[in-house]
């Protein structure tokens, strides 16, 4: 199944507000930036949305040429993400990895530890929905490399490209992340590529204007 880069992130757009997880409006962030839309990944909560989105994560990651061996991740959205994402990359592109996932706190029965899944071995690509502050996964990357393995990129479905607040950035959070870590940053679809999908609806376009004058005021260098 083989779709353009611009229809992934079409599809994935369109997916999104049809599931009312991206949204147009005024929503007053976690930063206290007053933003003319939102984004809630959680919302993809049935199969079809869930598949809509794995499959946007899987052709995207499929298309990136990233070498990788397997998928981790990080509890708890992180969790459904990879094991979607795992089974798509096999159905549309017959490449079977295994995904592996981390418990909050570590089980002390049974087989115990922390880990669940597959091993965590060789290049390993962290699964989530966005890039806050980075902290899931700075905590992601301590656990691959701690089990011997390699972080091989970052893939995740909206990117803000927005500069984060302390005084003097210019980064967004997705790009101090790759710089940090020296890994790729694989976003089904940022900020500019919303721009380009309003402007495709006459229902959303009317949100252009609000959009251009958030990423005038916040977009990342």
């Known amino acids: 199944m083989t779709r353009t880069l611009i229809e992934i992130k079409h599809d994935f757009l369109r997916a999104a507000t049809d ?4 949204k ?8 206290a930036r007053v933003s ?6 959680g919302l993809f909560c049935t ?4 598949h809509a989105l794995s499959a946007a994560y899987a052709d995207c990651l499929a298309l990136s040429g990233v070498k990788f061996d397997m998928l981790f991740g990080p509890a708890y959205k992180g969790i459904a993400l990879a ?3 795992a089974e798509q990359l096999y159905l549309r592109q017959k490449i079977d990895v295994g995904f592996c996932y981390n418990r909050k706190e570590a089980k002390d029965h049974g087989e115990g530890g922390l880990l669940v899944g597959a091993k965590l071995a060789g290049r390993v690509v962290i699964v989530d929905d966005v890039i806050s502050a980075g902290t899931s996964v700075r905590e992601s990357v301590q656990i691959i490399r701690a089990a011997g393995a390699t972080p091989a990129a970052v893939l995740i479905a909206l990117d803000r490209a927005e500069r984060g607040q ?4 210019t980064l967004s959070a997705a790009s101090e992340v790759a710089l940090e870590f020296q890994i790729p940053v ?8 919303l721009l380009a ?4 609806d006459v229902n959303l376009v009317k949100n252009r204007d609000a959009l251009l004058a958030y990423r005038s005021l916040y977009g990342a260098t």
Request: aromatic content about 14%.
């Open 186 to 193: 694989i976003s089904v679809s940022t900020l500019h590529d």
């Open 83 to 85: 094991a979607a994402t």
């Open 19 to 22: 599931a009312g997880a991206l």
């Open 24 to 31: 147009f409006g005024e929503f007053t962030l976690k930063s």
């Open 197 to 200: 999908f309003v402007e495709t």
């Open 166 to 169: 302390d005084a003097g950035a």
């Open 47 to 50: 199969g079809k949305t869930l």
């Open 36 to 41: 003319p839309y939102f984004f809630n990944a």
